[in-house]
């Protein structure tokens, strides 16, 4: 252990309490959804006696008090703020929350662990929106999701096509020759596997991109990298090695947006989910119907749900209110045994 070691231990922890300081403001800005005014004395005093009670080692219990009076009054200033919350699944610094700021850089993103949890926290009021993945261009429809937006009731207010550019994630001072095995989620591996080939790379498959990247600063493996996103590399206070790693330029993951209320903007495209019956031509007669009134189809995806039926996800070029798209889906409405207008909206294309 020499002097460079310990500051570097110092740096790594500084960062850690950078992240969870954010991640408290986060918390402090879902509490303010279920409260009814900012100001409550009654639960700082409780911060604080519980800082009395658990106030061992080096800082003392009044300076753990001040520190800890500044954090709550930049909780309350925050909470004075009209921040708007956006839930993605994963850690900071994953492509669902570069989508996000692609769509609205005034959002506020908050992870979650699961996909469902982020429906559930929109639906229950604690985010404002969500954004999820439904499809890429490589691997094909998003599963988990579509099966999760077969049974939401969320509308859909806005879309975003990302470009999906990865990097190759480093600590700082890594040489690239010492590198032998690398971390990401299996996806993110298998569209990086001729890099990953051609530089001899062991890939090790993890939960997420993000994740990865996060583990890396915290495990401090000098023989090992990360892929993930060229945010993640500010977040976590990575190196980028080599960027644009993917095997194929057109690698694009397509975003949908949810909330609880219909989106405000006039948008030019609209997702609709319908289930039609087990019979032959069913689904080609919904699909004449749009060819019938001039209406580009931009998605048409299917899954399994109940009783072995198929949900069918079809998006189209056409604002809602425009007479040749209401009569397409009165005549669609008709025929098929389910159906649900998702949404209309407007959609972001970031390369």
């Not at 009670?53 to 930049?74: C, N, Q, Y």
């Not at 596997?193 to 001899?200: A, D, I, S, T, Y």
């Not at 990247?213 to 495990?219: F, S």
Request: some cysteine.
């Amino acid at each position: 252990m020499d002097l460079k070691r310990i500051r570097e231990n110092i740096d790594l922890l500084d960062s850690r309490l950078h992240h969870l300081l954010n991640e408290r403001m986060e918390w402090v800005l879902m509490a303010k959804k279920f409260k009814s005014r900012i100001e409550d004395r009654k639960r700082e005093e409780e911060v604080f006696e519980k800082i009395r009670r658990h106030t061992t080692g080096l800082i003392s219990a009044p300076s753990m008090k001040r520190i800890f009076r500044e954090i709550i009054r930049e909780s309350k200033s925050l909470q004075k703020e009209d921040c708007r919350l956006i839930a993605f699944q994963g850690e900071h610094g994953a492509y669902s929350e570069v989508a996000a700021g692609g769509w609205d850089r005034e959002l506020v993103p908050v992870p979650c662990r699961t996909f469902q949890g982020a429906i559930d926290g929109v639906q229950s009021g604690l985010y404002d929106f969500c954004i999820v993945p439904v499809e890429n261009t490589l691997s094909g429809v998003v599963d988990p999701v579509n099966e999760l937006l077969i049974e939401t009731d969320l509308q859909v207010v806005g879309a975003v096509a990302l470009a999906i550019h990865h990097c190759l994630l480093v600590l700082p001072g890594t040489d690239k020759g010492d590198i032998h095995t690398v971390y990401s989620h299996p996806q993110a591996l298998r569209q990086c596997r001729r890099f990953l080939e051609m530089n001899h790379l062991d890939p090790v498959p993890y939960y997420d991109t993000a994740g990865a990247a996060k583990m890396l600063t915290e495990k401090r493996s000098k023989g090992s990298a990360a892929i993930a996103s060229r945010l993640c590399a500010m977040l976590y206070d990575l190196e980028i090695e080599e960027e644009n790693i993917e095997d194929h330029e057109r690698n694009r993951t397509r975003f949908l947006v949810l909330s609880k209320e219909a989106g405000r903007e006039v948008g030019d495209k609209c997702s609709i989910i319908f289930s039609t019956e087990d019979k032959e031509g069913a689904l080609f007669k919904v699909l004449g119907m749009f060819a019938r009134e001039h209406i580009n189809l931009t998605r048409i995806d299917s899954i399994p749900c109940d009783s072995g039926n198929y949900a069918f996800f079809l998006d189209f070029i056409g604002p809602a209110g425009e007479e040749r798209v209401t009569r397409a889906i009165e005549d669609v409405k008709r025929i098929v045994r389910t159906f649900r207008l998702m949404g209309c909206y407007k959609e972001k294309r970031i390369l």
